[in-house]
């Protein structure tokens, strides 16, 4: 004697009735709006001919740099410390190996709310021996209020072109039978705004520099915030 099989579950319609026609729309928002803060990495350098001397040094740079970052208060919002390394150079040549030099490397991240401060930052950190600035990475914050007011806008979008089309039929509609992210039902998405772009600030100046650098003017780059969604209604039956 054999179980009965369970019955499979069947999938919704993936149309109305003719007493309740459905329409499926896609609602679309882009947006224009300003960075929210700016991130700029330091790659702080030192070489010697022994590993103490080597350290010694990246650790004088690398106070500078940090005394330097942190003199702005409130104007960086974060400040972390990456990856540091310490690394022995080997000589080329000879059957022996020996140790010429050693190289230290401490890589610096930090995140700035403040514009005005950015450009006399970068510029006094690259004024720096053996420092390096990269950036600055422009972006929004994950909950910044402009990724709502995308998604706020692509339903308004949705339910607009809702109407346009019971409208064309000499109807309206009836019912929201669902909205959906694009994504959630198996559909690739992409990414919420376009990353800032990469901008190499400075390079750390050589001995015998002017004793300050004019800061560099630095202008904010536009994000651009994007919201996709599924919409589905009903319309009353229009009269064909």
């Known amino acids: 004697m054999t179980s009965p099989t369970p019955e499979e579950p069947h999938p919704a319609a993936p149309y109305g009735t003719p007493d309740a026609p459905r329409?499926?729309?896609?609602?679309?928002?882009h947006l224009e709006v300003d960075p929210e803060?700016?991130?700029?990495?330091?790659?702080?350098?030192?070489?010697?001919?022994?590993?103490?001397?080597a350290l010694d040094d990246l650790t004088r740079r690398n106070t500078t740099a940090l005394d330097i970052v942190k003199s702005y208060g409130p104007a960086v919002e974060h400040l972390e410390t990456g990856a540091f390394s310490i690394t022995p150079e080997l000589t080329r040549h000879g059957r022996n190996?020996?140790?010429?030099?050693?190289?230290?490397?401490?890589h610096l991240t930090a995140e700035l709310t403040?514009?005005?401060?950015?450009?006399?930052?970068?510029?006094?950190?690259?004024?720096?021996?053996?420092t390096r600035v990269d950036g600055p990475w422009w972006a929004l914050r994950p909950d910044s209020p402009a990724h709502r007011q995308a998604r706020q806008q692509a339903v308004?979008?949705?339910v607009q072109r809702a109407k346009e089309y019971a409208e064309a039929l000499g109807t309206g509609l009836a019912a929201l039978v669902e909205i959906a992210d694009i994504g959630a039902e198996g559909v690739a998405s992409?990414?919420?705004h376009l990353p800032g772009a990469r901008r190499t600030a400075a390079y750390g100046a050589a001995p015998g520099a002017a004793d300050e650098a004019a800061p560099l003017d630095l202008e904010p780059q536009r994000q651009y915030v994007h919201a996709q969604l599924n919409?589905?209604?009903?319309?009353?039956?229009?009269?064909?």
């Open 23 to 29: 329409i499926a729309v896609r609602g679309e928002a």
């Open 37 to 53: 803060i700016a991130r700029i990495t330091i790659t702080v350098t030192a070489r010697g001919k022994d590993r103490r001397t």
């Open 97 to 106: 190996e020996r140790i010429r030099t050693y190289h230290g490397t401490v």
């Open 114 to 130: 403040d514009f005005t401060a950015l450009g006399e930052l970068t510029t006094r950190l690259a004024d720096l021996d053996l």
């Open 156 to 158: 308004r979008a949705a």
């Open 190 to 192: 992409f990414p919420p």
């Open 231 to 240: 919409a589905r209604f009903t319309m009353k039956p229009p009269k064909l």
